[in-house]
T-cell receptor
Framework: LAKTTQPISMDSYEGQEVNITCSHNNIATNDYITWYQQFPSQGPRFIIQGYKTKVTNEVASLFIPADRKSSTLSLPRVSLSDTAVYYCLVGASHTGTASKLTFGTGTRLQVTL | NAGVTQTPKFQVLKTGQSMTLQCAQDMNHEYMSWYRQDPGMGLRLIHYSVGAGITDQGEVPNGYNVSRSTTEDFPLRLLSAAPSQTSVYFC?????????????FGDGTRLSIL
């Protein structure tokens, strides 16, 4: 299993760019990197996914260096509504299935005025 | 488009009671799973299913049973509730079992065992 390590918490002011880095030193060749967002009293919600280099969508960007041992979720100009827990996941290489995805404790982002 | 629907949203049980948490998805997803989330912790996988008639254990399966008789439904059964099973339970589904398929989550069932 590719274990991930993220900061426990981060604070930001509204309007700033937030970068959350995830370490996954044991990532396997076939593994993708996926980020989820979870608001209180809700289930996690898919944000973005990537395999290498950079991926961008309307919500965030994901930067993955060439060695793929880490990844950075970038949230541009955060607002109060971005206050949530963010999880980085890496797929299980030995089965190649989503069945063994491990969520970990995530990064709690607090955005204030 | 309902997505993943979990019922009930809240439930209080007494120790020793049994109960079934319901999960249904209308996206024709192959893969379904159950997680529990305890305060200050991430989600831990209880059981999962890669298709109708196929289930397997996750990280914390003890005290729970599952079955998958249809593609749409994946109920989680607590055989004899214990206080340690007080948690928020999330059901999720994805299109296939490949690890690059995003999972869709329900809004959870908050379960308290007295």
């Amino acid at each position: 299993l590719a274990k991930t390590t993220q900061p426990i918490s981060m604070d930001s002011y509204e309007g700033q760019e937030v970068n959350i880095t995830c370490s996954h030193n044991n990532i396997a060749t076939n593994d993708y990197i996926t980020w989820y967002q979870q608001f209180p009293s809700q289930g996690p919600r898919f944000i973005i996914q990537g395999y290498k280099t950079k991926v961008t969508n309307e919500v965030a960007s994901l930067f993955i260096p060439a060695d793929r041992k880490s990844s950075t979720l970038s949230l541009p100009r955060v607002s109060l509504s971005d206050t949530a827990v963010y999880y980085c996941l890496v797929g299980a290489s030995h089965t190649g299935t989503a069945s063994k995805l491990t969520f970990g404790t995530g990064t709690r982002l607090q955005v204030t005025l | 488009n309902a997505g993943v629907t979990q019922t009930p949203k809240f439930q209080v049980l007494k120790t020793g009671q049994s109960m079934t948490l319901q999960c249904a998805q209308d996206m024709n997803h192959e893969y379904m799973s159950w997680y529990r989330q305890d305060p200050g912790m991430g989600l831990r996988l209880i059981h999962y299913s890669v298709g109708a008639g196929i289930t397997d254990q996750g990280e914390v399966p003890n005290g729970y049973n599952v079955s998958r008789s249809t593609t749409e439904d994946f109920p989680l059964r607590l055989l004899s509730a214990a206080p340690s099973q007080t948690s928020v339970y999330f059901c999720a589904s994805s299109y296939s079992t490949r690890n690059n398929q995003p999972q869709h989550f329900g809004d959870g069932t908050r379960l308290s065992i007295l």
